[in-house]
């Protein structure tokens, strides 16, 4: 089984930046698009999309990679996960989070600091699943095309420590 994540807002391509690409739910597997259909409303649907590691081709590498960051004393903020929900959050996205095919009943948050908290807390625990659907304020700059103002949203100071992803020839982690 493996860790799942959608995102319910402003889709930002985040490849070149983290290694982290960015997949509208209508693109995915059947069992992708089947629980979207189970756990967001028909309304969200055309703003749903899931994080996956560019070269894994799956959202669990950036959880796993979370996990064992953050056992050496990093913080979730220094992680691609960290780094993906934070600025997801600042957004205004709503977030769903599961493991395999546990996804019924998952506890519902509204604070966002609460809600990094708790993805810290369960990435520790020995399984490092985490469980839980966060409810965003808005869902930020739906029309249009993409801006480089949203995408300056998920960088940060520094590049997360040890992270598996090659930055784009033309960044480096000063641009970051």
């Known amino acids: 089984m ?14 070149d930046i983290w290694g982290i690409e960015c997949v509208p739910v209508q693109e995915a597997d059947d069992f992708i698009r089947r629980v ?3 756990l967001v409303s028909e309304s969200e649907l055309q703003d749903c ?35 993906l929900i934070g600025g997801s959050i600042r957004l205004g996205g709503s977030l ?12 519902r948050r509204s604070d966002s600091e609460q ?3 708790d993805i810290q807390e369960q990435l ?9 659907r966060y409810v965003g304020w ?12 949203i995408r300056n949203l998920f960088k940060t ?14 960044l480096s982690a000063e641009t970051l």
């Open 2 to 15: 493996s860790q799942f994540m959608f995102v319910i807002g402003k889709k930002v391509s985040l490849d």
């Open 157 to 170: 100071d520094r590049a997360p420590v040890n992270a598996t992803v090659t930055l784009h020839k033309n």
């Open 49 to 83: 999309w899931f994080p996956q590691d560019s070269v894994e081709k799956c959202t669990d590498a950036l959880f796993i990679e979370a996990q064992e960051r953050l056992v050496e004393g990093a913080k979730l903020e220094e992680t691609r996960l960290g780094v």
């Open 96 to 107: 769903i989070l599961w493991y395999g095919d546990d996804w019924a009943d998952l506890p």
């Open 36 to 38: 979207s259909q189970e």
């Open 115 to 117: 809600v990094l908290k």
């Open 138 to 149: 808005c869902c930020l700059a739906q029309a249009g095309s993409e801006s480089q103002e």
């Open 124 to 132: 520790l625990e020995g399984s490092g699943e985490v469980y839980l």
